[in-house]
C-alpha cells in the first residue's frame, strides 16, 4: 500500500517533442505528489508538486496531471531539450509519514 | 543562500567497519532526513530528525543510528558494514517536517 509505482523506466524522445512520465499509488491518505530530477553525480532536484485537491499544474515546460479517481499521476515535459536529458522519480507523502519514491524512469532527450 | 551540504563526497570502507556521515541543512530549515539511494534505484527513507529527535524510521535494522544536532546538523551512523550498504547517501532537509524537501548531492558509500 506504501508503493509507488513508475512507468517507463526509460524514455527516448526527440528534440521539441512531448515527455510523458506516469505513476501510479494505492495509499489514498497521501497528500502530496513532488517529480524530482536527477542528473549523474548529483542529489535529486525538486521540479514540481502537486496536491490532490488540484487536477493540473504547471510549471514552465513542466506538467503535472492529477488523476485522484485513478489513484494516477504523470509528468508531461513540452518541448524537450536534451539539457532535460535526467533520471526523473516521482514520489508521494503522507502528513506525518515519509516521502515514498518510485523507481525511476531515465530520460533521453536526442539532438 | 547555501543549499544543503554533506561531506564526505566519497568514501571507502571494507566490511564490519563502521561510518560516520554529515550533514548540513539548507538554511532556515530545522528538519533532517536520511535516504540510501541504490544503483539504478528510487531514494529510501531511512530515517527523520526534527528537535534533536528520531520521529520517522523506514525499514532499516538498528545498524543505522542518527543524531541531530542544536545547530539542526545531522549525523548518520552504520555500523557492522555490509556490501549491501554500497550506496549514495542522501540527506533531506525542510522546514517544521513539512514538505517540500531539498536534497544534498549525497556521500558515495563503497564497501568493499
Known amino acids: 500500500q506504501q508503493q509507488v509505482k513508475q512507468s517507463p523506466q526509460s524514455l527516448i524522445v526527440q528534440k521539441g517533442g512531448i515527455s510523458i512520465i506516469n505513476c501510479a499509488y494505492e495509499n489514498t491518505a497521501f497528500d502530496y505528489f513532488p517529480w524530482y530530477q536527477q542528473f549523474p553525480g548529483k542529489g535529486p532536484a525538486l521540479l514540481i508538486a502537486i496536491r490532490p485537491d488540484v487536477s493540473e499544474k504547471k510549471e514552465g515546460r513542466f506538467t503535472i496531471s492529477f488523476n485522484k479517481s485513478a489513484k494516477q499521476f504523470s509528468l508531461h515535459i513540452m518541448d524537450s531539450q536534451p539539457g532535460d536529458s535526467a533520471t526523473y522519480f516521482c514520489a508521494a507523502y503522507q502528513e506525518g509519514g515519509k516521502l515514498i519514491f518510485g523507481q525511476g524512469t531515465t530520460l533521453q532527450v536526442k539532438p | 543562500d547555501a543549499g544543503v551540504t554533506q561531506s564526505p563526497t566519497h568514501l571507502i570502507k571494507t566490511r564490519g567497519q563502521q561510518v560516520t556521515l554529515r550533514c548540513s541543512p539548507k538554511s532556515g530549515h530545522d528538519t533532517v532526513s536520511w535516504y540510501q539511494q541504490a544503483l539504478g534505484q528510487g531514494p529510501q527513507f531511512i530515517f527523520q530528525y526534527y528537535e534533536e529527535e528520531e520521529r520517522q524510521r523506514g525499514n532499516f535494522p538498528d545498524r543505522f543510528s542518527g543524531h541531530q544536532f542544536p545547530n539542526y546538523s545531522s549525523e548518520l551512523n552504520v555500523n557492522a558494514l555490509l556490501l549491501g550498504d554500497s550506496a549514495l547517501y542522501l540527506c533531506?532537509?525542510?522546514?517544521?517536517?513539512?514538505?517540500?524537501?531539498?536534497f544534498g548531492d549525497g556521500t558515495r558509500l563503497s564497501i568493499l
Open positions: 533531506a532537509s525542510s522546514q517544521n517536517r513539512v514538505q517540500p524537501q531539498h
